[in-house]
């Protein structure tokens, strides 16, 4: 009796081992579930029978024994962002679009690809011949602080040489009222407009090229305004996102939280 149970352990233990077993996956990775990507064999978790070498066999629990070996996740691989575009129309409120690019597909069941493109709100104040424009416009338009880092770069021109840029300065306003559509929107470019609140202090930069080479400001700053004016401002990305502040103070630099830190556009 225990000869035979020693037989058919070891025959059992030939099976797994040997190379010729049915059921291998080499060669046969199959994207998706795909039923003809089948063999024979011993499968991952254990068990005799009927096994797949497809990427859905690990969420059906019927992978053939090698296919962790023969069918290894690849992830999705993607390179860095792009610089932001331009404004898509000079002047005027508009989206600014940045992308990356798939270097790698994922196989067999790997991490899927993320967004590939991002879009935001921007107003560009220099036409493509290099004119000074937009200051004209009315209410203020503000957007996300973390577009600041990307309009400097933008920002080298000749109207704006580096060595001579304005310093800038930075504008604290309490908002009064705000409309309900900052609240809904949720897009990812402009998720920054949900944490406007009627009542709270907000910081908001000035800084090239939205500042006029003129005056050197930025128009609906609240300039030579008291304390008791209503300005209207409107987000950038969503013209429905709008509402109206009075003016504290006037700053060198901001000090708000981030989630309440703007740039005049």
Not at 198 to 207: A, L, M, N, R, Y
Request: aromatic share 8%; hydrophobic share 25%; with cysteine.
């Amino acid at each position: 009796m225990g000869s035979t149970a020693l037989s058919g352990a070891l025959w059992l233990g030939l099976l797994w081992a040997g190379s010729g077993v049915g059921g291998s996956c080499q060669g046969k990775c199959c994207q998706g579930r795909d039923a003809s990507c089948v063999g024979e064999g011993w499968r991952e978790g254990g068990g005799y029978g009927t096994c797949y070498c497809d990427e859905g066999c690990r969420r059906a629990g019927d992978c053939c024994h090698d296919h962790g070996q023969a069918c290894p996740a690849i992830p999705c691989v993607v390179g860095e962002w792009s610089h932001w575009s331009g404004c898509a129309e000079q002047c005027h409120p508009g989206l600014r679009i940045r992308r990356r690019y798939v270097q790698q597909e994922p196989k067999n069941g790997g991490e899927p690809c993320p967004a590939l493109e991002e879009k935001a709100g921007c107003l560009e104040y220099l036409t493509y011949q290099g004119e000074d424009c937009g200051h004209e416009h009315v209410p203020a338009f503000i957007t996300t602080s973390e577009y600041a880092k990307e309009r400097r770069r933008r920002a080298a021109s000749s109207l704006w040489p580096s060595d001579k840029e304005a310093p800038g300065y930075c504008v604290e306003f309490r908002t009064e009222s705000l409309s309900q559509h900052c609240a809904l929107e949720t897009r990812p470019y402009a998720r920054w407009m949900q944490y406007l609140r009627e009542g709270h202090t907000v910081c908001v930069s000035c800084q090239p090229p939205a500042m006029s080479t003129v005056t050197q400001r930025c128009s609906g700053d609240g300039h030579n305004a008291h304390g008791d004016k209503i300005l209207h401002w409107e987000a950038i990305g969503n013209s429905q996102c709008q509402g109206t502040w009075k003016k504290i103070r006037q700053l060198e630099h901001c000090s708000c939280p981030l989630v309440h830190s703007f740039i005049f556009t």
